[in-house]
Nanobody, 120 residues
Framework: QVQLVESGGGLVQAGGSLRLSCAAS????????MAWYRQAPGKQRDLVAL???????NYADTVKGRFTISRDNAKNTVYLQMDTLKPEDTAVYYC??????????????WGRGTQVTVSS
């Protein structure tokens, strides 16, 4: 079984920074795309950023220039560096691997989420 475990959330003041990490654990799997989503109370879950195994990235317009996604393929870990945080960035942040190959098939795997709260 493969799991995604997020860490690094917390409470920060507006203008501050946080770094989220998401590590995939298990054995005999491979991951192409890794992504971060977020969901604020009463709102839908939205894509924040994604990165392919080759390093191609894509960002939501709301975070461009403030957030940076990166990954360490050897560690099966993806990071989200969040700078110049705003109160509207407050949400639960979820790690996602939409095309994880494991046990003979591709699977869409989600982490349990980590809370990010930005105070004004």
């Amino acid at each position: 079984q493969v799991q995604l475990v997020e860490s690094g959330g917390g409470l920060v003041q507006a203008g501050g920074s946080l770094r989220l990490s998401c590590a995939a654990s298990g054995s005999a799997f491979s991951i192409n795309t890794m992504a971060w989503y977020r969901q604020a109370p009463g709102k839908q879950r939205d894509l924040v950023a994604l990165i392919t195994r080759g390093g191609t990235t894509n960002y939501a317009d709301t975070v461009k220039g403030r957030f940076t996604i990166s990954r360490d393929n050897a560690k099966n870990t993806v990071y989200l560096q969040m700078d110049t945080l705003k109160p509207e960035d407050t949400a639960v942040y979820y790690c996602n691997a939409p095309d994880l190959f494991y046990s003979g098939s591709y699977k869409n795997i989600w982490g349990r989420g980590t809370q990010v709260t930005v105070s004004s």
